[in-house]
């Protein structure tokens, strides 16, 4: 699942990761305010959570809420401004990932791979 | 300008990275004509160099005085790519532009978005000072000093005055978020411990140096880069992967589970540390000369020769302990 606002690029690595073979279902949520039920509902093994939503949505309390109530949801962040303080702040808060935007789609599935087998991933820009 | 410069930076990337997304399916059609598998190679060239206009833009809006220096530790070649269309937008449009850096320079410890900063002022004024230039050329070369790389821009300027304004601190306010703050070059440099040096000029050409510390001091020019060896032996992925983030940056190397050489740095947690069994081997390596950095908190631990303890909240600052 991707909780981003830019519904292009949201669309766009739906149909990439449809590629992967041993990828499953693609998880969208309608509304971004309505995002953290859906991530419940469907408790999707990963979420890729861009850092700066729209409408006032706190993406770090996003963030919390997800690893509090969906403990079996390994979160990524996504954004376009990585800095060293962030990555440290969200991990800290339970994130498994970082990926910077800059980055090439092979380094965002590497990243998902990792994740899903337990380890933690940082992908900077290219 | 800092504004719209990042503006532009984010959402030139919310645009990109969807179309390299779209591209990479396009390409993994099996009932695509080459004729169209050589477009699309085509569109994904254009659109990369987007993409590092990108990357330039966002040096270029970075508050250059609330940067994270410690995970922006500049490799050169990497950093010239990103900045190389600023730099030839800067200039004028028919200057013939040059940049040698070895791709096994040692990382500096001055963040990528202040050296573009610095670096596009002084090309700010090189392109006035070459205005009646006939063929008007900028070279950067990257110079090995015993404990800096020094970063020269040379032009062919010939008699023309021009850098003079760096020397005064040029206050550079359309790079620079902070009004009133000092932005010129030299403020900039001076704040990661680097510095514009004094100008000098050979018949035509005129050099301006920028003195740029090493990321990593302990190693010296001329020394392989990876001969630090840090073993990581932490439980927390996030920290494993947060370590081997800052490692490689800081010009050292993950030693392998199997490297027959003894590690340097021995990076662990609080638990293992405070565990009777392993805390003698872990003091082991420091018995032989290697440093060993604790992850958590030391809870009265006695102190240790070598041993070092971080604070977890403070991991991004990693590289100041290795």
């Known amino acids: ?126 | 300008m800092p504004l719209l410069d990042h503006g532009l930076g984010h959402d030139l990337r919310n645009l990109v990275m969807p179309v390299l997304l779209r591209i990479d399916t396009l390409t993994a059609s099996e009932n695509l004509s080459e004729k169209a598998r050589d477009d699309l190679a085509g569109i994904r060239r254009s659109i990369s160099q987007i993409q590092r206009l990108a990357d330039g833009l966002r040096l270029m809006s970075s508050d250059p005085l609330a940067l994270d220096a410690e995970w922006q530790v500049t490799q050169l070649p990497a950093w010239w790519a990103d900045v190389r269309a600023l730099v030839n937008d800067t200039l004028p449009p028919h200057a013939f532009v040059t940049a040698h850096f070895a791709y096994d320079l040692p990382a500096v410890r001055v963040p990528p978005a202040v050296l573009a900063q610095a670096v596009i002022q002084l090309l700010v004024d090189t392109r006035s000072a070459l205005q009646h230039v006939l063929r008007p050329s900028v070279t950067l070369r990257a110079i090995a000093r015993p404990d800096a790389l020094e970063l020269g821009v040379e032009d062919n300027r010939g008699e023309r005055a021009g850098l003079a304004q760096t020397d005064e601190n040029l206050p550079a306010a359309s790079y620079c978020s902070l009004s009133g703050a000092e932005c010129g070059a030299r403020s900039l440099l001076r704040r990661y411990g680097g510095d514009v040096l004094p100008g000098s000029t050979s018949g035509a050409l005129h050099t301006v140096r920028l003195r740029l510390p090493l990321a990593n001091r302990a190693i010296p020019i001329g020394a392989s880069l990876t001969t630090t060896r840090v073993a990581i032996q932490l439980a927390d992925p996030r920290h494993v992967a947060i370590a081997r983030v800052i490692i490689p940056r800081r010009g050292m190397k993950e030693r392998a589970a199997d490297d027959p050489q003894l590690p340097d740095i021995v990076i662990c947690d609080a638990k293992s540390y405070c565990d009777m069994h392993q805390q003698d081997a872990l003091l082991e390596h420091t018995r032989r000369g290697a440093r060993l950095l604790v992850v958590g908190d030391p809870h009265g631990e006695p102190e240790h020769a070598g041993v070092r303890w971080i604070d977890p909240r403070e991991l991004a600052r990693l590289g100041d302990f290795l």
């Open chain 1, 1 to 126: 699942m991707c909780v981003d606002d830019n519904i292009d690029l949201v669309d766009a690595l739906e149909r990439r990761l449809q590629l992967e073979p041993d990828f499953g279902e693609f998880v969208r949520a309608e509304e971004l305010s309505g995002a953290l039920d859906r991530i419940r509902e469907a408790k999707p093994t990963i979420v890729i959570l861009d850092i700066d939503l729209p409408d006032g949505i706190d993406a770090l309390a996003l963030l919390s809420d997800i690893v509090r109530d969906v403990e079996t949801t390994r979160v990524i962040i996504f954004t376009g401004h990585p800095t060293g303080q962030l990555i440290t702040n969200c991990m800290a808060i339970g994130a498994w990932g970082f990926v910077s935007k800059g980055t090439s789609a092979e380094r965002v599935i590497r990243a998902i791979r990792a994740v899903v087998r337990g380890e933690a991933a940082i992908e900077l820009d290219n």
